[in-house]
């Protein structure tokens, strides 16, 4: 009698458990999607993962890949896309690959820090530098004067547009080509750059750093230029 009441609350768990997980199963599989309001392309940067998870898309309905089994892996960035999660919660993700494409999906933009090849930007500095130098005397003069006239309120937009406004007045043709190039590297890179001069980037010896934030300031660049152009 005890032992047919034994199995009698044995079965009663086990259904009670099962009917508990298939609700649970079926919960998270009509889990509500996320909207996607807007996408665009990206420039193909290089992250780390730090935390969380890969989605199979922009809905974020199936996870593909944990990005804690990949810590030191480096991912590229190629579009974005803002959300609205299920709770109301608005969030931008980002696609990334790695290396071979083998692992890739959607990730929320806060789980991956910035990487920036060091050798890579000195490289990048001498050459605009290099490209200034060999402007006509009264050009290169006047970028000197802009870039004097950057503050630490001024912005990576308006330095851009100054040299904008500046390249438009002159008549040098290979001037203005070697103006296009330089608004081109500081426009694509201007960020990263501002961040290696306000951190001394003689002081960074590692080839690759991580960074978390990058801001639009241009203070640090303009007067990191200016030492190597006086």
């Known amino acids: 009698m005890k032992r047919s009441l034994i ?10 458990f099962g009917i508990g997980l298939s609700q649970s199963i079926t919960a998270a599989a009509k889990a509500k999607p996320a909207k996607v309001t807007s996408t665009k392309t990206l420039t193909k940067d290089s992250y780390r993962a730090t935390s969380g998870y890969l989605y199979s ?24 896309a803002n959300i609205t999660r299920a ?16 692992v890739k999906g959607w990730i929320w933009r806060g789980h991956l820090v910035r990487m920036i090849n060091v050798s890579k930007r000195r490289q990048q500095i001498n050459q605009i530098i290099g490209l200034i130098d ?16 950057m503050t630490k309120t001024n912005t990576l937009v308006d330095l851009l ?11 040098n043709d290979a001037d203005i080509a070697k103006l296009n190039e330089i608004f081109q590297m500081i426009k694509s890179d201007g960020q990263e750059l501002n961040y290696l001069f306000s951190q001394g980037i003689n002081r960074l010896y590692p080839k690759v750093v991580a960074i ?19």
């Open 87 to 102: 709770n109301g919660n608005k969030a931008v993700y980002y696609y990334i690959k790695n290396g071979n494409g083998k």
């Open 161 to 171: 547009n100054q040299l904008d406004l500046f390249k438009s007045t002159i008549p």
């Open 134 to 149: 060999t402007l006509s005397i009264n050009n290169r003069n006047q970028i000197i004067t802009i870039l004097e006239s």
């Open 7 to 16: 199995n009698l609350l044995i079965t009663n768990l086990v259904v009670i």
């Open 212 to 230: 978390h934030n990058l801001n639009d300031k241009v203070f640090a660049l303009a007067q990191g230029l200016l030492d190597r152009l006086n």
């Open 57 to 80: 898309s922009a809905k974020l309905t199936k996870k593909v890949h944990n990005a804690d089994n990949y810590p030191l892996t480096t991912f590229y960035t190629y579009r974005s």
